[in-house]
Structures are given as structure tokens and as C-alpha cells.
């Protein structure tokens, strides 16, 4: 395990990412064939920087959520075959090409909802395709330059977003987020907390409401953190307190991210979203979802075809490592929902800002 100052490694440059004076959270870091994670486990307690260099390690830190949110977790799934890339350099063309399309056969396993991670992978695979006859030294090269476009390309799409976004948030009031869509689950910024952080940026006086968003806590924990480290106000809230909240007048807009959008629309995000969604329907509160275009799935018609993480009993029954559930209850733990497409007022992405019907204008960001 090894410290490192984020700010230090970035390579991205700095000053695309600042909200009032302060520079945007960034959850990971590339230098020198290595690839930094900041451990999002130990948040907010502890700010630690883990080192991979493997593949099969950051295929792992995927899975145990060391990373996680959609983006981010596609930017390091590349970063990791970069990685699986150097790895196999000194095999032939041959034997490199067959070996890579293996370790991102295993990488396309870590987290099924997010589409994210399949959208770079195969941005890099398509690469060693058409590059089959190229030498490893050069055709990892190539996917080094990719990895890196990958999250450029995302961390400028925030701040795209975040431009588009913003227009649609209250001059004052609440705005209620749910899990966390920032710095830590993009390549920088964020997308609902993009558009949260340039509204704040133009002197809009939001409160943001931050849904604790149980059993992993990215709400209380992340949201909550990035916030008061850019000094936006946040309240935080169980998340059964969304109701009451806006039928007191105190949730003037809704903006979440996503994990991956059909092509009807339909939204895949965080357990609890839609129940957000319907309550934000009932009492004629504008629902937004902030999503770059890699989130989307041209290929899905509908949310029901999109694959839904179910995680272990342990985040539910235990809290801080102790048991807090009755001993025998029985789990279910998915931790995606979907809402569907006639909940959302508008789909904010780097693009512009989408409106039902959204078939056609999901169509047009991909022709
Ligand atoms: O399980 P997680 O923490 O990876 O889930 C993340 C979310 O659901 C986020 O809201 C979503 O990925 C949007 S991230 C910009």
C-alpha cells in the first residue's frame, strides 16, 4: 500500500476541475505503467491511495468497490488492460492478441450493470482488433493513449454536463441526490454533482439533500464528503425522509446519475432511485438524471433487459463489522432498480439535454 497525493499524479490538467476555489476529488491516478486507486472503501475516514499493477488486481478492486460509480469504474476497467497489455508484451502478435481478449472476457465479469465498463473495454478491444498485426510494445501504446482519451474524454463531459445542467436546478432551495454520482464515480466532477457544482459555481444557493443510500452509504459517506470539501451546502437524510421532505416543500428538484440507460430511456441507478422518481411524480418535483453518453445502451431496448447486481447479505446485515440484523433473516440485496422512462423530466448529458419522447433523441446522440 503506498500513499500518494493525488494532485501530485493527476494528468489531467487541474484547473478544468475546480469548483469555487477548490479542485474536484479525482478516484484515481495513472503514472509510469501504474495505476492508483483511492481506496473508497475508507472514505470518509481515511484517504488511501491503493497501487495496482495487474489486470487481475484491478479487476478485483472493481469488484470489492475499492472504485466504484459507473465512469469510473469504466476508465479503470481500461487503465487494467493497459496493464493485462504490458503484462504480455514480450509475447508474439499472436499469442498477445489472444491472451488480452481473455483478461477482458474475465474484466467484462467484475460488475454487470454499469455499462460503462463493457463500453471502454470494448473501445480498447476494437483497437487490438484492428491492430492484430501491430508488436505489442506499439499496439500497448496505442491502448495507453486510449485509456487516457477515455477519461479525458469523461472528465470534459462533466463539465459539458454540468453546463447543460445547471440551467435546469433553482436559483435557491433543495435538490435532493441519491448515492453518489461526483469526482469519486466519474473521471473527475461528476455528473448529478457536476450539475450540482456549476450551479453553485454560477451563485445558485442550493442546498443539496444527500440520501444516505443504505447498505453501501455512498450518500452519507461520499456525496456528503465531496460537498463540504467544495463547500456546497448538504443535509443529509435516511433515505425513507425523501417523502416528507417533498411534501413539505423542502425538494425543489431531483438530479441523480446512472449505471446505464435502454434505449427507450428507462434508467438503471441505485437501489432506491425509482421510489424517489414515483414519490418526486406524486408531488411535482422535476426528476433529472445526469449521464454522459457512454452510460447509455443503444442496444437495450427497454430497462427490464438490463442485468441487475444482486451483492452478499453481508452489507445488509452487518454495519461496521458487526452484526446488526437478526441472525437467520433471510437477504436480498439487488443494488440497482430501474426507473422507468415516463419518471424522468429530462436526461442531461455532454450532448444536450434529452426530453421524452426519448427513443429518438437517445437515437440522435449515436447518429
Ligand atoms: O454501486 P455503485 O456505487 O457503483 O453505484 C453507483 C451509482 O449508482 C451511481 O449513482 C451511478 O453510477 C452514477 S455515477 C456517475
Known amino acids: 500500500m503506498k500513499e500518494i497525493n493525488a494532485e501530485e499524479k493527476y494528468v489531467l490538467p487541474l484547473s478544468l476541475l475546480r469548483t469555487r476555489g477548490n479542485t474536484s476529488v479525482v478516484p484515481l491516478s495513472w503514472e509510469k505503467h501504474i495505476l492508483y486507486l483511492l481506496?473508497?472503501?475508507l472514505l470518509?475516514?481515511?484517504?488511501?491511495?491503493?497501487?495496482?499493477?495487474?489486470?487481475?488486481?484491478?479487476?478485483?478492486?472493481i469488484r470489492d468497490m475499492v472504485v466504484r460509480g459507473a465512469p469510473a469504474i469504466g476508465i479503470t476497467a481500461a487503465f487494467g488492460m493497459v496493464l493485462a497489455a504490458y503484462g504480455l508484451k514480450d509475447k508474439n502478435e499472436g499469442l498477445f492478441v489472444e491472451k488480452w481478449l481473455e483478461k477482458a472476457a474475465f474484466m467484462l465479469q467484475a460488475r454487470p450493470t454499469a455499462v460503462n465498463l463493457k463500453w471502454a473495454v470494448e473501445r480498447l478491444e476494437k483497437l487490438v482488433r484492428e491492430h492484430y498485426k501491430m508488436s505489442p510494445s506499439n499496439l500497448t501504446s496505442i491502448l495507453e493513449k486510449e485509456a487516457i482519451s477515455i477519461w479525458t474524454e469523461d472528465v470534459k463531459a462533466n463539465l459539458a454536463i454540468g453546463f447543460y445542467g445547471q440551467d435546469l436546478l433553482p436559483e435557491t432551495g433543495g435538490v435532493l441526490t441519491h448515492c453518489n454520482a461526483g469526482g469519486l464515480a466519474t473521471g473527475g466532477y461528476g455528473t448529478a454533482l457536476g450539475v450540482i457544482r456549476a450551479a453553485a459555481s454560477r451563485g445558485k444557493e442550493i442546498n443539496v439533500i444527500a440520501g444516505e443510500t443504505r447498505p453501501w452509504l455512498q450518500g452519507a459517506r461520499l456525496t456528503a464528503w465531496e460537498l463540504i470539501r467544495d463547500d456546497i451546502a448538504v443535509t443529509l437524510i435516511v433515505d425513507g425522509a425523501a417523502g416528507f421532505l417533498m411534501q413539505r416543500g423542502w425538494i425543489n428538484s431531483v438530479v441523480v446519475g446512472a449505471d446505464r440507460i435502454a434505449a427507450n430511456g428507462d434508467v438503471a441507478n441505485k437501489i432506491g432511485t425509482y421510489a424517489i422518481a414515483e414519490l418526486a411524480r406524486a408531488n411535482n418535483v422535476p426528476f433529472y438524471v445526469a449521464a454522459p453518453v457512454s452510460t447509455i445502451?443503444?442496444?437495450?431496448?427497454?430497462?427490464?433487459q438490463i442485468p441487475i447486481e444482486?451483492?452478499?447479505?453481508?452489507?445488509?446485515?452487518?454495519f461496521a463489522e458487526k452484526q446488526i440484523?437478526?441472525?437467520?433473516?433471510?437477504?436480498?440485496?439487488?443494488?440497482f432498480d430501474i426507473t422507468p422512462h415516463h419518471l424522468v423530466t429530462a436526461i442531461i448529458t455532454e450532448l444536450g439535454v434529452l426530453k421524452e419522447p426519448y427513443g429518438p433523441a437517445i437515437y440522435a446522440c449515436f447518429s
Open 297 to 304: 445502451d443503444p442496444f437495450i431496448h427497454s430497462g427490464d
Open 310 to 318: 444482486e451483492r452478499g447479505p453481508g452489507e445488509i446485515i452487518t
Open 44 to 61: 470518509p475516514q481515511e484517504e488511501t491511495w491503493l497501487t495496482y499493477r495487474s489486470v487481475k488486481d484491478v479487476e478485483q478492486a
Open 39 to 41: 481506496d473508497q472503501r
Open 325 to 335: 440484523a437478526a441472525r437467520g433473516v433471510r437477504v436480498h440485496n439487488p443494488v
